[in-house]
T-cell receptor, first 113, second 114 residues
Framework: RKEVEQDPGPFNVPEGATVAFNCTYS??????FFWYRQDCRKEPKLLMS???SGNEDGRFTAQLNRASQYISLLIRDSKLSDSATYLC??????????????FGTGTQLKVEL | DGGITQSPKYLFRKEGQNVTLSCEQN?????MYWYRQDPGQGLRLIYY???????QKGDIAEGYSVSREKKESFPLTVTSAQKNPTAFYLC?????????????FGSGTRLTVV
């Protein structure tokens, strides 16, 4: 089982739509969770951290369910500029015992007119 | 402005040659990381370093080497032993070990073997 799993998509949605992405992780000891955005041929950029109580940043809402080891990202009122790949990111214990972040393969979103 | 600088942006290498990718940060971050990304695939960890003069292998370290002689610098050498070196290489850093507050990425180096 992969450490972080996401539906690769693509999700093709009309402008103004609400879209939700899901992610599951395998390590129950994980403590830090994030959503990153990656534009085509660019580096990933931090979109938002994910907290147990859920958190919102403008049109974006992130939720964490520790019992189910499940993370979600909701985007409301989609814009053309939201088109990108969204990466689910979780920290895990590395082979040497150190913490490190593990990235999902990403979910591609295409917002269309 | 603080950030991570990777150079060069594009790099072409002949088969059998070693090549070194530069990564410099002025964020005063302790930990630094190297990832590789292939088309349509996720990021895979090559090496990481949590403090100066120490580093650990990631998931795909074979054919790569690193050094961490200064806090600001974490160069990656792609050796001739790496069988499929053509990829997008990303360097990242974090305030402390483990990326509790997330990673900051450089803009990447695209390596092509010709």
């Amino acid at each position: 089982r992969k450490e972080v799993e996401q539906d690769p998509g693509p999700f093709n949605v009309p402008e103004g739509a609400t879209v939700a992405f899901n992610c599951t992780y395998s390590n129950s000891a994980s403590q830090s969770f994030f959503w990153y955005r990656q534009d085509c041929r660019k580096e990933p950029k931090l979109l938002m951290s994910v907290y147990s109580s859920g958190n919102e940043d403008g049109r974006f809402t992130a939720q964490l369910n520790r019992a189910s080891q499940y993370i979600s990202l909701l985007i409301r009122d989609s814009k053309l500029s939201d088109s990108a790949t969204y990466l689910c990111v979780v920290n895990v214990i590395g082979p040497g015992g150190g913490n490190k972040l593990t990235f999902g393969t990403g979910t591609q979103l295409k917002v269309e007119l | 402005d603080g950030g991570i600088t990777q150079s060069p942006k594009y790099l072409f290498r002949k088969e059998g040659q070693n090549v070194t990718l530069s990564c410099e940060q002025n964020l005063n971050h302790d930990a630094m990381y190297w990832y590789r990304q292939d088309p349509g695939q996720g990021l895979r960890l090559i090496y990481y370093s949590q403090i100066v003069n120490d580093f650990q292998k990631g998931d795909i370290a074979e054919g790569y080497s690193v050094s961490r002689e200064k806090k600001e610098s974490f160069p990656l050498t792609v050796t001739s032993a790496q069988k499929n070196p053509t990829a997008f290489y990303l360097c990242a850093s974090s305030i402390g070990p483990g990326g509790k507050y997330g990673y900051t990425f450089g803009s990447g180096t695209r390596l092509t073997v010709v």
